[in-house]
């Protein structure tokens, strides 16, 4: 079963306030131009977009522009972060070299807390999960610019509805009763689309006919459900396959109830208000790492990708922007 797009059009998810973060102090470099139009768009009132593109414009004045002795890179919390640190490393090594830049990896433990930093000029490149990537592009200054592709040049997940195997529960709409576990209201595989799902496929209304637990990452879902916390998880079937690879849960014990049409991965970019020379080798990073005997593509190579590929906020998260704005979220 497909998750059809007039569905999340139709759709309203909850109030806007649910999922809109609270002003933050304005970050170093985020002014808007000092002197002609300044179209904002969606975006923050700090920021300008004067070429339409949808993303922060750089700062119109030298003085705004960011060049931090050390990077900080912080890649989207979806399990322990010691094991990323890992699986980055010879990219992170590459992105030194490139740069002429020092490179420390930042664990962040949620997509709250990542865009949080990055609106507070901590944080300089990262990879921020699909339903975060409005709130980081409005809220923060994120400027995407890469996505993994797989070697068949697709790219992209599924968003899957799991419960044990072993259980009662084999559709969506015996879900009645049962407590779901998602993973942030920012999240769209991991929240936004499930709830539109039950609601307009099923006519289950979250608090009303299921019980709704946050359990702040995909892994921590897939767990849940593995150990019974769970009657049922929304999550990213990138991520179930990878647990499955390395071995930390057996898939032949999880039943998927229902799978999702394909979305867009993982966006890879920088804060808007790095210096221009910096933030072209920081993308020349990317298009020009070699994967080959990488932890990047041990970790990703048979589920997300192997290699990066160019993207935009404005053509690649049309679908994801057209989903928040039929429920009337708002990212300032």
């Keep these: 079963m497909t998750l059809r797009l007039s569905a999340f059009l139709a759709a309203t998810l909850l109030a806007a306030a649910l999922l809109a973060a609270p002003a933050a102090p304005t970050a170093p470099g985020a002014a808007p131009s000092a002197s002609g139009p300044c179209p904002h768009g969606d975006l923050d009132a700090r920021f300008c977009d004067t070429d339409g593109d949808l993303v922060a414009d750089p700062p119109p004045d030298a003085s705004g522009l960011a060049d931090p002795s050390t990077l900080i890179f912080a890649y989207t919390p979806v399990e322990d972060p010691a094991v990323y640190r890992e699986v980055w490393k010879e990219f992170l090594d590459h992105l030194a070299r490139r740069s002429g830049k020092k490179v420390s990896f930042f664990p962040v433990q949620s ?14 490149v ?7 990537v409005p709130f980081a ?3 923060a200054g994120f400027v995407p610019f890469a996505m993994m592709a797989r070697r068949d040049g697709g790219t992209g997940y599924e968003m899957e509805i799991i419960v044990r195997a072993d259980g009662a529960i084999r559709s969506a709409g015996a879900l009645r009763g049962k407590t779901v576990a998602f993973t942030s209201p920012t999240s769209n595989s991991g929240y936004k689309a499930p709830v539109t799902l039950l609601r307009e496929t099923f006519g289950l209304v979250q608090d009303r006919d299921y019980r709704a637990a946050f359990s702040g990452k995909h892994d921590n879902s897939v767990l849940g459900v593995v150990n019974g916390d769970y009657d049922a998880a929304a999550i990213a079937n990138t991520v179930l396959r990878q647990m499955a690879r390395r071995g930390v849960v057996d898939v032949s014990g999880l039943r998927t109830i229902y799978k999702s049409e394909t979305f867009p991965t993982t966006a890879y970019g920088t804060a808007h208000n790095l210096k221009p020379e910096l933030m072209k080798s920081v993308r020349e990073a990317f298009f020009t790492f070699d994967w080959t005997g990488s ?10 990708g192997v290699r990066f590929i160019p993207v935009t906020y404005k053509q690649h998260w049309d679908l994801v922007r057209r989903i928040d704005k039929a429920a009337g979220v708002t990212y300032r």
């Design 295 to 304: 932890g990047l593509l041990r970790e990703y190579g048979e589920t997300e």
């Design 137 to 139: 592009v409005n809220a």
């Design 126 to 132: 990262a990879g921020f999960n699909t339903g975060s």
């Design 111 to 124: 997509n709250a807390a990542q865009i949080e930093a990055m609106r507070a000029g901590r944080l300089h």
